[in-house]
């Protein structure tokens, strides 16, 4: 497989002509991310681990995002692109083609090489349905929306939409589906002392501890005692 000047693989005849500088950015922006996903495996196809920002630019470059292309923001203010490659990471992770060996840090699987040696131009969700746990993940998120819209029915595009309101609406109780699905997730799979710092840190942002406070891991993993101490104030007093 030849190198590009960029020092990554070669991209695939289909990928490039499908991802072509005439039309990189309006397909880079589908909410799906079909056209990211092999982009991202690409770019970690030799097997070496590298970081969320690594992968972003590599990605970009694979696929000849314009600068112009690298600036779009979404409503949150955070770069389109970088957007689109967290997704398609966190959603590759899931499947499992990639892995997660270090906060911010992928690598990819046996699964993901597979994947990639297909060049595929797109890979999209309904793919990836071809790996048991992505399954199993879709099914959460759908018994997750089915009890978020309170009618024991699970909403449809047509549906949505039909109004404009109700579009934003679905939109957001589905990412919420699945944000709280992956959130369980990962924190299933984490360390007990992950889980015991995430606590902490949740009943931290929740206020306790105020605004002069302190906060403190002490468990340890298996000891059945106290996991953390949060103070009201630095001196400990209270």
């Not at 681990?49 to 292309?69: K, P």
Request: with cysteine.
């Amino acid at each position: 497989m030849a190198a590009s000047r960029a020092g990554i693989a070669a991209v695939p005849i289909g990928l490039r002509k499908d991802l072509n500088a005439e039309n990189v950015s309006e397909t880079v922006a589908t909410t799906d991310r079909t056209p990211t996903r092999p982009a991202v495996l690409r770019v970690l196809a030799d097997g070496q681990e590298r970081d969320f920002r690594d992968v972003c630019e590599q990605a970009a470059t694979l696929l000849g995002l314009s600068q112009a292309t690298r600036e779009e923001r979404i409503a949150s203010g955070q770069s389109r692109y970088v957007n689109r490659v967290n997704w398609a990471c966190s959603g590759l992770t899931v499947a499992g083609l990639l892995e997660r060996p270090r906060r911010g840090r992928y690598r990819i699987t046996e699964n993901g090489r597979a994947v990639d040696q297909r060049s595929l131009p797109e890979y999209s969700e309904k793919d990836m349905l071809e790996w048991p746990v992505w399954r199993a993940y879709q099914d959460e998120i759908t018994q997750r929306k089915i009890q978020q819209h309170g009618d024991g029915v699970a909403e449809t595009d047509d549906d949505a939409a039909a109004d404009p309101v109700e579009v934003l609406a679905a939109g957001e109780r589905a990412f919420n589906a699945q944000t709280e699905t992956s959130l369980r997730k990962r924190l299933q799979e984490a360390s007990p002392e992950f889980f015991e710092r995430a606590v902490i840190d949740v009943l931290w942002a929740m206020g306790y501890g105020g605004t002069h406070g302190e906060k403190q891991h002490v468990g340890r993993s298996g000891d059945g005692g106290i996991d953390g101490v949060i103070r009201q104030d630095a001196l400990g007093l209270t």
